[in-house]
């Protein structure tokens, strides 16, 4: 499988700031990579796809201008929360997969906390 | 409605037992199957992934099967530890859509 890492691995920012996190696939052409977001004590849940060179596309109930998605190569993709507010601490975690694939690799995850 | 379950939420058993958790799926369509680890304010690790056509997968302590036609997958431990005390997830990713669908976990304690 694919080894995904992601940086920070957390952090703690003020209100209003905005956070970029970056999730990279190592060893493995990411042609489509995906964001999840984790609520306590709740699943995962998918925020949006993105394939490498496209826009990406947000699922249905999430902010595609606050939760800003590039996808330039096929080993990088950054998530920025674009002015953080406390209700946007979350575990975020991103995964990825060849184009067609079936199986997703997931990287560790950041855990974000906005005061 | 494609969902993914585990019961129990929590799970306490004494060093050394063996244990089953368990996982069940709405649809038998599936790809594959992921089962993860999470440690307390930790990040997600990877333990197994069972592709469709596959009906376990070994690592270790750890063996998971899958039964797609009774959409259920089990995450057997063997001789547990206290340092296997985290939250257990599995996720299902189905056929036809290009997400996975987590489940909420198992939160498993060993007690020393």
């Known amino acids: 499988g694919a080894v995904v890492s992601q940086h920070p691995s957390w952090v703690i920012c003020k209100s209003g700031t905005s956070v970029k996190i970056e999730c990279r696939s190592l060893d493995f052409q990411a042609t489509t990579m995906f964001w999840y977001r984790q609520f306590p004590k709740k699943s995962l849940m998918l925020m949006a796809t993105s394939n490498e060179g496209s826009k990406a596309t947000y699922e249905q109930g999430v902010e595609k201008d606050k939760f800003l998605i590039n996808h330039a190569s096929l080993t990088l993709s950054t998530l920025t929360v674009t002015s953080a507010h406390p209700e946007d601490s979350s575990f975020y975690i991103c995964?990825?997969?060849?184009?067609?694939?079936?199986?997703?690799?997931f990287g560790p995850g950041t855990r974000l906390l906005v005061l | 409605k494609q969902e993914v379950t585990q019961i129990p939420a929590a799970l306490s058993v004494p060093e050394g037992e063996n244990l089953v958790l368990n996982c069940s799926f709405t649809?038998?369509?599936?790809?594959?199957l992921q089962w993860f680890r999470q440690d307390p304010g930790k990040g997600l690790t990877s333990l197994l992934l069972?592709?469709?056509?596959?009906r376990e997968q070994t690592s270790g302590r750890l063996n998971a099967s899958l039964d797609k036609s009774s959409g259920r997958s089990t995450l057997y431990i063997a001789a547990s530890q206290p340092g296997d005390s985290a939250t257990y997830l599995c996720a299902a990713h189905f056929s036809g859509t290009y997400k996975y669908i987590f489940g909420t976990g198992t939160r498993l304690k060993v007690l020393a």
């Open positions: 069972i592709q469709s056509s596959q």
């Open positions: 995964s990825v997969s060849a184009r067609g694939g079936e199986t997703q690799y």
């Open positions: 649809d038998s369509a599936i790809y594959n």
